[in-house]
Structures are given as C-alpha cells and as structure tokens.
C-alpha cells in the first residue's frame, strides 16, 4: 500500500501535560473548577511526584494567565480567538503558557502541542498551531506585554492588570478597596499568581496546631491559634485530615470564625449561635468546637444539597444541626447570641485557590450578588437577640460586597459596629476601622473582609 494517503504518525501528549490539557478542556466545556478536576483526574490516572507538579503548574498557570494568553495568541495567529475552534484554542493556551512562563524549552513545548494537534485534527491545523507557537516564542513575555498592554502613562490600572493576567475590572476593584494605598496593587496583583500554601486547622479540644504541625511537617501559624501552614504533599492524605482532627482551612477563615465567639455581648451567652451560610462548614466546624468547652450549639444554615452534606461531614461529632433552608427566610426562632454570615460573593479575594475564577467572573454578578448580602444581612439581623452579635464576612474586597453592604445595614436596621480590627488580633495592618481587610499580599491569607455589628435594644 502506498504511503502518499496515510496521515503522519503522531506523539500524544506525555501524561503530565495530557492531564493539565484535559483539565483545560473541563473548565472551557464544562465550566468545571481545575482545582476540583486536577487532582481528580491525577488521582484516578496514578501521576505522582513530578509529572503530577508539572499538571499542576501547566493546569493552574494557563487557567490563571487565559486572558494574557488569549491577547499573545491572536496577536500572533492575526485574528481574535473566538475565531480558533475551542479545542485547538486550548492547546495554543497549552503551549504558550510553556513558552512563556516556564523553563520548558521551546521547541519542547512546540513540538508537544503541534504532535497533539495533529492527533485531534490534521496536518494543516497542527501546521497552525506550529506556526503561531513559533511566533510567540520568538520574543519573550514582557516583549509581548509590552506591546499589547494599555499604555501605564494612561491606564496604570489597566497596564498592571494586563501584565498580571487579570481583567482589567477586577483591577479597578482591588485599586478601590486599597484606597489611600493603591500603590499596593502591583504586589496584590502578584500574590494572586503565586501558588498559595496550604493551610490547616487544627480542631480545638482535639489536637493544638503544635501537635499539628509536628505530625505533618508543617509550620504553626503566624495569626490564628489553630493554624499550620503545610508544605508539599496531599493534605487529604494526612491522618488528623481523614480522622477529623484538622480541616484545609484558610487562616484568614479561621480568624473570622474565631472574632465572632471573642465579641463582647450585652447581657449572658446563652449559647445559641448560628451560621446563615454554612457550606462547606469549615467556619460551622471552628465555631461549634469554641463553643462546645462553654455549652454553645451551632445552627447551621446552607440551602444547597451537595454543600449541606459537606457541612454535616465536617462537624461530625461537634454540636451542629444543619438546615437545608434558605438563610433570608430560615424559619428558625430568633434570638440567636452569636450569627455569622459568610455570605456568598464573587470570591475575588481568593482568586489565588481559584485559577479559572477571574475569567469565569463578570462585572454583572456583583449587583445581584450585592443584594443577596443585604438581604441574608438583614436575616441575621432579625434573628439575632438585643446585645448579640452579628459578624458579616466575604471573600471578596469588592467595595460594592464590603462597605457597602455594612454601610447599608447601619442605615436601615439598629445595629452598632464594633471595632472587627481588635477581633482580628493579632493580625495588624488590617484597616483602619471599625472593619476589617486581610489580604493576601500583606497577610498570606486570602482577601477576607469582616464587620462586627451588635443589635442594639430598640427593635
């Protein structure tokens, strides 16, 4: 048989890059979350040790870096990427992350993807694929930002967040929430490209973050009691994980958590607390095992069914009864002590843990989101006794999910903030009052915003 008509043999993807690409594919086809999909599939494809940090560093780095990519990728291919079919886009995405921001060499990373494009297409488009790789990788990234980025002189905002990877609204946002100290949000911007550690919790009453730390070879952290900052390794893997003893929690969330049970109330604890917003439960599980030691139960609200059995598997053992109800019409009697509300939000604080979220994310979430706050915000307010304690927490630094919700609430409802900056000790550099900001970039934590009110008397 002649030759003439076969197609060329092909080399697939080795199995690192095979399982970052097809994480890629997930999160374009599927809106899946690479930080869910990752280790799933490297789990199930048993790649470990190096091939599996290569995965991770080529799955992660591309979703986090997709809108610089894109803008290399079209400059370099001479059309907008909405005109590249999807599967190819993402193995451009693939290639291009290699060639510009690792020191995989660049005929490595060339070749790699044009062999794969050849496999899920043909000759002619994995020729694309060679070409426009080749082109990208005849100058180096900052040759590239420098070209297509705003201009600094005119739009700083937009310059930084170009050459840091993210949209140039999420940008503003974080320029508005740093207010006076603006200047900050290069290294902000930076930090959310850095791959975060681990943190863990040690549960009060069970285990102290000494022990913690010495069983799993980590560190004791620097503001939370229970914190351990873990190394290298599989936390899920770890036996206090698996028995209950600790949890993977931020330590910016376990300080939020633990401001709410060292507010000062009017009048005795009786120990009714709620949490209005409780999935996962990593804060219902801090909070439940404070509260245990003095006779404190944890009611725990989280109307999706999935979060709701990750609550109950996460306070296993710890007195919580969760409810599978609405947190702005709970049904639940009032006069609760002690209510936390970790409100869902657009997470941009944690965007680091997220690397897909920043794209994902539009400015058009936030009003909804907004008024879903106010209105949980309100809910705990109504259900919280005179003298107790409300504690509105995000995971965002958005000004429009932070002060502006607090500030709302102070208008409408008979409440009084309280200095949430003391609450926080002994983490410093927080804000000026009487809220408080953690961020990643001064605090290694995520970018947690927390405000302390109490309910006055006259309701």
């Not at 900052?142 to 980025?149: D, K």
């Not at 680091?352 to 809910?379: C, H, Y």
């Not at 949430?420 to 970018?447: E, K, N, V, Y």
Request: hydrophobic share 45%; proline share 7%; glycine share 10%.
């Amino acid at each position: 048989m002649s030759g003439a008509g076969r197609r060329p043999r092909r080399t697939p993807l080795d199995p690192a890059r095979r399982a970052a690409f097809d994480v890629l594919r997930a999160v374009s086809t599927r809106d899946a979350y690479a930080n869910l999909a990752l280790p799933a599939i490297l789990r199930e494809r048993g790649i470990s040790g190096r091939d599996a940090a290569f995965a991770t560093e080529l799955a992660y780095g591309t979703c986090r870096t997709r809108g610089l990519l894109d803008a290399v990728i079209a400059a370099a291919a001479g059309r907008p990427v909405d005109r590249i079919d999807p599967v190819l886009l993402d193995l451009l995405r693939l290639g291009a992350y290699q060639v510009l921001r690792t020191r995989v060499e660049d005929h490595a990373a060339v070749s790699t993807t044009v062999e794969q494009a050849g496999i899920e297409f043909d000759s002619a488009r994995a020729g694309f694929v060679n070409g426009v790789l080749r082109t990208i990788a005849r100058r180096d990234e900052a040759s590239w930002v420098a070209e297509l980025a705003p201009p600094a002189a005119t739009d700083p905002v937009g310059h930084l967040a170009f050459t840091h990877a993210h949209p140039r609204w999420i940008g503003q946002a974080f320029a508005d929430a740093l207010g006076a100290r603006a200047g900050e949000l290069e290294a902000l911007l930076a930090s959310d490209d850095a791959r975060p550690e681990v943190h863990l919790v040690a549960r009060p009453g069970r285990l102290s973050a000494g022990e913690l730390a010495e069983t799993t070879g980590g560190t004791v952290g620097r503001y939370s009691p229970y914190a351990v900052y873990l190394g290298d390794g599989d936390p899920g893997a770890l036996p206090a994980v698996r028995d209950g003893s600790a949890l993977v929690q931020d330590e910016g969330s376990q300080l939020i958590a633990r401001a709410l049970t060292l507010a000062t109330l009017d009048g005795d604890d009786t120990g009714r607390w709620l949490d209005l917003c409780a999935g996962p439960g990593g804060k219902t599980a801090l909070l439940a095992a404070l509260g245990e030691p003095v006779g404190a139960f944890v009611d725990a609200v989280e109307p999706a069914a999935a979060r709701a059995d990750l609550v109950e598997q996460n306070t296993a053992g710890l007195p919580v009864t969760v409810h599978r109800v609405d947190g702005r019409e709970p049904g639940l009697p009032p006069g609760y002590d002690r209510v936390l509300v970790d409100a869902p939000c657009t997470g941009l604080g944690a965007l680091r843990r997220r690397p897909e979220a920043r794209w994902r994310r539009q400015p058009g979430d936030v009003p909804a989101l907004a008024k879903l706050q106010r209105e949980l915000l309100a809910s705990a307010i109504r259900l919280t006794r005179p003298g107790g304690v409300v504690l509105y927490a995000t995971c965002s630094p958005h000004l429009a999910e932070t002060a502006g919700v607090v500030a709302d609430a102070l208008r409408r409802y008979p409440v009084t903030a309280l200095d949430t900056t003391a609450l926080l000790a002994p983490a410093t550099d927080i804000g000026d009052g009487p809220s408080a900001q953690l961020w990643p970039h001064r605090h290694g934590t995520d970018a947690m915003f927390a405000a302390a009110l109490r309910v006055d008397g006259d309701r």
